[in-house]
């Protein structure tokens, strides 16, 4: 099958893009399966998708590979909070796309009273045997009362929806004004994704389709821009070397290794050799400009 006639039949997923608005795009990558393109502002996102009956279900099994490294999943959730926890004080928490639960086992080590969202009834229901309290819903439309939570968190979850807009706002809506949310997604600017997107797995077919997989690929600045447009401050790109609510010995090993950490990380973004990138952000107040909380 040659990939022109495919992709004239393919359906249009996301027309315009998600941050600027724009209908106009550079083909990125070409399937016959679905088409990715970029727009000038900087934005991968997918344009269109065959009906293939193929696409991944939306988490109606649990993945048994997050089983097999929970542990080092846990300790690094624990780390991506305190990240949070250098910029907002403390509170209820929820982490949106929880999975087996790793990162609401990380927030209870904490000390914070966790909740949890789930698409998939299967994994929340492994979330429940364990003792969380996790609800079954979208991120575009969640099961809480607003203003209710201190800390968010969603890893991986933000590239999977066509609709990114409507899930901050409903993230800025469930969020008390002055909290903190931690996003982690692909890096749009991953080496092998900038330079060869054809055979990056970033794109390939398998795992994407019209209703499942990625949607978008976002960049640093791609996902500030849309954060800050939605009511969010960014106050930190990449892992913070040095928390402040972490335990007295880790912050002296921390703040003792800062500065070989600050050069691996700056030698590693730079090369695009992430494959993830990972960012805080605090909900401005109603009425606060971009400047401000």
Request: charged share 20%; aromatic share 8%; hydrophobic share 40%.
């Amino acid at each position: 099958m040659s990939v022109e006639p495919a992709i004239a039949r393919q359906r249009v997923v996301i027309a315009a893009c998600p941050l600027c608005g724009a209908t106009a795009a550079t083909p990125y990558a070409s399937f016959p399966e679905l088409l990715w393109v970029k727009c000038a502002c900087g934005l991968v996102y997918m344009r269109s998708a065959l009906d293939t009956g193929n696409s991944p279900p939306l988490g109606d099994s649990v993945n048994q590979r997050y089983e097999q490294r929970l542990r080092r999943r846990i300790s690094k959730s624990r780390h991506q909070i305190l990240d949070v926890l250098n910029f907002v004080a403390p509170g209820p928490f929820l982490d949106i796309g929880c999975s087996l639960g790793y990162t609401l086992r990380a927030a209870v080590d904490l000390g914070l009273t966790a909740r949890g969202l789930e698409i998939s009834e299967a994994a929340a229901r492994v979330c429940r045997e364990q003792g969380y309290d996790v609800r079954v819903g979208t991120m575009t439309s969640m099961p809480f009362e607003s203003g209710q939570f201190q800390i968010v968190t969603m890893k991986h979850v933000l590239e999977h929806t066509p609709l990114p807009r409507a899930a901050l706002r409903e993230v800025r809506r469930v969020l008390k004004d002055g909290g903190g949310l931690f996003i982690a997604v692909p890096h749009g600017h991953y080496r092998k994704a900038v330079r060869h997107p054809q055979t990056c797995r970033f794109f390939l077919p398998s795992g994407h389709g019209p209703t499942g997989g990625h949607f978008i690929y976002y960049t640093p600045a791609t996902l500030s821009r849309l954060l800050l447009e939605e009511g969010f401050t960014v106050v930190s790109v990449h892992p913070q070397r040095v928390h402040r609510r972490a335990s007295l010995p880790l912050r002296l090993l921390q703040t003792v290794s800062a500065p070989l950490r600050w050069a691996g990380q700056r030698l590693v973004y730079g090369l695009g050799l992430k494959k993830e990138f990972w960012l805080v952000a605090v909900k401005r107040a109603a009425g606060a400009g971009a400047g401000g909380r």
